[in-house]
């Protein structure tokens, strides 16, 4: 799958796993903490006017930080989806395999 590509659950359990947490957070929706991860891993995001106001973030990332530093771009119709797919993209790549189910 790519990671452009990735929404929902898929999206929801490759974020959790990209930030080593636990499986149930709802981070394309209702991200809690959300500014957390923006700050700690210096991830920009920001409505693209040349895009249509489409979303796009990157993980910059910090030597201290828990994601690899640089990171392509990525979009999503919402804020939450764009850093949510540059995240995963970051750590993973371009493309996932599909997550077993549990």
């Known amino acids: ?11 929801n359990d490759w974020i959790a796993k990209a930030l080593g947490e636990e499986p149930g957070t709802a981070y394309s929706t209702s991200w809690p903490g ?17 895009k249509g106001f489409q979303w796009c973030a990157i993980v910059v990332g910090k030597p201290s930080g828990r994601l690899p530093e640089g990171g392509p771009w990525k979009e999503g119709p919402n804020p939450r989806i764009a850093v949510g797919r540059a995240i995963v993209a970051s750590r993973y790549g371009a493309e996932v395999p599909e997550l077993p189910l549990a």
Request: negative net charge.
């Open 1 to 11: 799958m790519k990671t452009s590509e990735l929404g929902g659950q898929v999206l």
């Open 34 to 50: 959300f500014d957390q991860p923006l700050e700690r891993e210096a991830i920009h995001v920001a409505p693209m006017p040349g």
